[in-house]
Nanobody
Framework: QVQLVESGGGLVQAGGSLRLSCAAS????????MGWFRQAPGKEREFVAA????????SYADSVKGRFTISRDNAKNTVLLQMNSLRPEDTAVYYC??????????????????????WGQGTQVTVSS
């Protein structure tokens, strides 16, 4: 069982940066692969980035490669999403998610929402022109 709380969303102009944080409860954070997803009005939830229990094992959607960076700090039970060079099409509610992967390879992570067991409430990111 884990509870997730996102923070750091807001309004930013195109070309700007934001850093999203996801704080997780519990004492087994290191057992979870973590992901970021986003959902814009009228669209389905889409994959943004994921990180395995191995912090060097990451995945990104093609639309954010080179602009976004996911990282984790197990000592603080926190996963971050650094977003640079933001575009209006990045506007969405961003969700943090956790997948308990203790019995899977150390570098395992998924880009599919159905793989994740726990979700935060989301934080709004709005990018203006």
């Amino acid at each position: 069982q884990v509870q997730l709380v996102e923070s750091g969303g807001g309004l930013v102009q195109a070309g700007g940066s934001l850093r999203l944080s996801c704080a997780a409860s519990g004492r087994t954070f290191s057992s979870y692969a973590m992901g970021w997803f986003r959902q814009a009005p009228g669209k389905e939830r889409e994959f943004v980035a994921a990180i395995a229990r191995s912090p060097s094992s990451t995945s990104y959607a093609d639309s954010v490669k080179g602009r976004f960076t996911i990282s984790r700090d197990n000592a603080k039970n926190t996963v971050l999403l650094q977003m640079n060079s933001l575009r209006p099409e990045d506007t969405a509610v961003y969700y943090c998610a956790a997948d308990n992967t203790y019995d899977r390879p150390y570098d395992y992570r998924s880009s599919y929402p159905a793989a994740y067991d726990y979700w935060g409430q989301g934080t709004q990111v709005t990018v203006s022109s």
